[in-house]
């Protein structure tokens, strides 16, 4: 496990919590993941952590916005005109530089489906004995089961979930067989921790972000 954590003041870590929001996520249950994390990583291990959190597969393009600002990752397969003169890279961008005294901040997932995440920064912290089999970042807390890749956004979830819950529906039998039975308030801090843990590992491999965590 990393020593890090021991070697760090309180002020050295944040306390996130981040959010489903934006249109159509009134349809479905409420979706948050706190976490915790050094304030000196990167936007772009950010985002991995936030992917494990929430239970995302890093499938899509995603983009920080924060005070007026488009962060991201500049991508070869990105159509140019699609990425505007003033993005800024987020693999040089440091959280605690970035967001400096402002709480709250969006990060975007798939452009196309647009799952959009509120990120509250609710507080400075220290190291809780209970997470230290984890690591750092971690996920200290949640709510609600990670919608399915490219299921058509908030929208399209809540239609799923409705067939799903309605064995009458025209289309409850093959989405069934594709999904399976699905409990959207089900959440695992443990699962949680171990996808952080294992896209981070990826990102590590690839030689894209530090060894913050175990």
Known sequence: MSTLASHREISDFLQFKVSLTG????????????????????????????????????????????EGKRYLVPDKDFPDEQVLDDDLDERDQLLEHVIQRIEE?????????????????????SLPSRVKLFGWPICIDGQGA????????????????????????????????????????????????????MICALYRERGEIGHYTS
């Open 146 to 197: 990670c919608p399915p890749e490219d299921c058509g956004g908030p929208y399209g979830y809540a239609n799923l979930l409705k067939a799903l819950g309605d064995p009458e529906h025209e289309e409850h039998s093959n989405l069934l067989g594709f999904h399976g039975s699905r409990d959207p308030y089900a959440f695992n801090t443990a699962q949680a921790n171990l996808l952080i843990g």
């Open 105 to 125: 901040f969006y990060y975007l997932y798939d452009f196309g489906d647009g799952w959009r995440h509120l990120i509250e920064v609710e507080d400075m912290v």
């Open 23 to 66: 249109p159509d996520t009134e349809y479905l249950c409420d979706i948050w993941r706190r976490i915790v994390a050094p304030k000196n990583i990167t936007l772009l291990e950010l985002h991995a952590v936030i992917q494990g959190a929430m239970g995302w597969e890093d499938r899509h393009l995603h983009a920080f916005f924060i």
